[in-house]
């Protein structure tokens, strides 16, 4: 009877659990048992693991193997367990170096060739790694760029079976993952391009400065969507913790790239409940609301979204989190992220009501799947128009010089608390920083007349910090109130 050992991780959410794999030798049939709360990608590895180690040309064990996966309590998925299971069972039948076994945790989906492959969720395995003290990692090559982001663990990459049981067994070494954090690949389209809307570019650049969320109403063709794809080239780069948690969220979800810039994500109008709040059955993914962690959620033809679905974005724009209970365990995934929503003015389409072909009841109801809730959320209602459009964009500024004042704008913000204002306690602005006695006034006056609720108020604080920020002013005055409420409005 023999034991062999060796370590990996369980993944809930985006964070990850150190799981020990248990290899037992000993008398019985030949096969190979797997016990532990496996789901199907577990427990169809086994005759992928026997393949890939024979096809490695290492030696199987010709009688009973039964590996134990602990906690046994704890759900397992996926086929990152496939290297270390099969290194335990390799393990048992050998003398392999022992430390390097017990201070290393081993992620990777074999092939049937004993070739390595790349897995989702390898960034949450190394940060578990290194917080339980391991000192070692090693991944699949295809992973390797996730590992630029996590320091103080040496990680290696094994391109095969037959590499990693040679460097467990002192017989080779393997390469570190190396190399500088990548550029940021995505190209954003600059504001350069975009031909008019002064006004709607002014609401896009406060919304960027403050990060409050904004709804953009206009006829087809007048730039909605373009100003929401150029929004993340005038937010600050990422930082560094920033950059973890938005590459965590994408390692899970599959999308192994580190994010340096902010992400932007634009699923379509017909999205799901499930894929845009995360969910999905067996092991919850993250939705459409954490990919755009620390970035931009855009959702275009907001209109034809139903509202039960729209519904569900109230609680993660509060919270900055989104939690799904499945089989008594709940997985938190984050979601601080900025709303764009953008819809037409009413089904035809048409900008100016004199020339519209729905009847006043069509058009009053057009958005009537935004809830007040919901609308209560959004800080900035910006108007796009087709009327006195321009052929020529060379007068626009760049997105460059409108992300230099987004930056000294945040910068203030940050050295004032820590953080955007959209972000700010609410309640820590009315009692310690409120605008000036006049535009609180207006402010008051206007809850007094039930023409903004408390929470209405609150957002219109944050969108005057933020103008003051812009304007490099010491604190909000009533003209920064009353253009947050102009903002707020859509006027």
Known sequence: MALGRSHTVALEGVTARIVTVEANIGPGLPGIHLVGLGDTAVTESRDRIRTAVANSRLSWPKTKIVVSMSPASLRKSGSHFDLPTALAVLAAGATPHRNRLEQTVFVGELGLDGTVRPVPGVLPALLAARTHGFSHAVIPPGNAE?????????????????QAWHWTTAEGELPVARGSVPE?????????????????????????AGGHHMLLIGPPGSGKSMIAARLPGILPPLSPTQSLEATAVHSIAGRGQVMMQAPFIDPHHSISRAALLGGGSGTPRPGAVSLAHHGVLFLDEVSEVPAAILDGLRTPLEDGQVRLIRSRREVVFPARFQLILATNPCRCAAEDPARCRCTSRQRSSYLDNLSGPLRDRLDIVAATSATGAVLDAGDAEPSSTIAGRVHLARERAQHRWGMANAMMDPHELRRHHPADEAGMAMLGALLAEGELTQRGVDRCLKLAWTLTDLEGAASPDLGHVARALDLREGA
């Open 146 to 162: 996730e590992a630029t982001l996590v320091e103080g663990l040496n990680v290696h990459t094994a391109e095969t079976l037959v």
């Open 184 to 208: 940021p690949r995505r190209r954003i389209p600059d504001f350069a391009d975009l031909a008019g809307q002064p006004q709607a570019r002014l609401a896009a650049e406060v919304a960027a």
